[in-house]
């Protein structure tokens, strides 16, 4: 199984950025689609974007498009998630995500294949 670390959390001021990253270890990493997940105080997990194995499909939930970007380097074993223009809205807990689906497929977030231990993203106003 794929095992999951994010790295790059932190504070920020509403309309700063933050590069979120997350390494992958134990499988090859090209066999899985990875996304980007958040869960607020007292909300459900949501999606938040989605890249295909290749990089070559990617899907962000509407809020954030425009704002974030995800890319993966294969050779690096890693996915990040850019994230600009960031909004007290965007405050949560951010996990990282590994499946062997299609990166459409995983969106939903159900019983994916591995999750990272997240890392907290507070923006303040």
């Known amino acids: 199984q794929v095992q999951l670390v994010e790295s790059g959390g932190g504070l920020v001021q509403a309309g700063g950025s933050l590069r979120l990253s997350c390494a992958a270890s134990g499988r090859t990493f090209s066999d899985y689609a990875m996304g980007w997940f958040r869960q607020a105080p007292g909300k459900e997990r949501q999606f938040v974007a989605t890249i295909s194995r290749n990089g070559d499909a990617i899907y962000y939930v509407d809020s954030v498009n425009g704002r974030f970007t995800i890319s993966r380097d294969n050779a690096k074993n890693t996915v990040y998630l850019q994230m600009n223009s960031l909004k007290p809205e965007d405050t949560a807990v951010y996990y990282c995500?590994?499946?062997?689906?299609?990166?459409?497929?995983?969106?939903?977030?159900?019983?994916?294949?591995?999750w990272g231990q997240g890392t907290l993203v507070t923006v303040s106003s």
């Open positions: 995500a590994a499946d062997r689906a299609t990166a459409r497929t995983m969106r939903a977030g159900r019983a994916l294949d591995a």
